[in-house]
């Protein structure tokens, strides 16, 4: 089972940019699809985006196409989330999550196994 950390996250201003990092240990990192969620005070988590094992296939919410882009270097054993054009209602914290190949939706939350602890993003307006 892999673990992972996220790092990059902090205060940024409406239309910013930020840059979230998952970093991964374990040999088997290449064949686990990876995902991003966040979860804003008061609210339930929510899918934001991922990305297959493979780094063929990249899948996102609707509200962040566009602004945000999922990519993974299986050689670093990372996965990075760019944030652009960020809006107030992208403030949660985020979370990254890795799985084993599976046919589970992406973003079904229960079908990840390894969870980081999670990493504030503020934006301010």
């Known amino acids: 089972q892999v673990q992972v950390i996220e790092s990059g996250g902090g205060l940024v201003q409406a239309g910013g940019s930020l840059r979230l990092s998952c970093a991964a240990s374990?040999?088997?990192?290449?064949?686990?699809?990876v995902a991003w969620f966040r979860q804003a005070l008061g609210k339930e988590r929510e899918f934001v985006a991922a990305i297959r094992w493979s780094g063929g296939s990249t899948i996102y919410t609707e509200s962040v196409k566009g602004r945000f882009t999922i990519s993974r270097n299986n050689a670093k054993n990372t996965v990075t989330l760019q944030l652009t054009n960020v809006k107030p209602e992208d403030t949660a914290v985020y979370y990254c999550?890795?799985?084993?190949?599976?046919?589970?939706?992406?973003?079904?939350?229960?079908?990840?196994?390894?969870w980081g602890q999670g990493i504030q993003v503020t934006v301010s307006s």
């Open positions: 374990g040999r088997t990192f290449s064949t686990h699809d």
């Open positions: 999550a890795a799985r084993r190949q599976t046919m589970a939706a992406v973003g079904n939350g229960l079908s990840y196994d390894s």
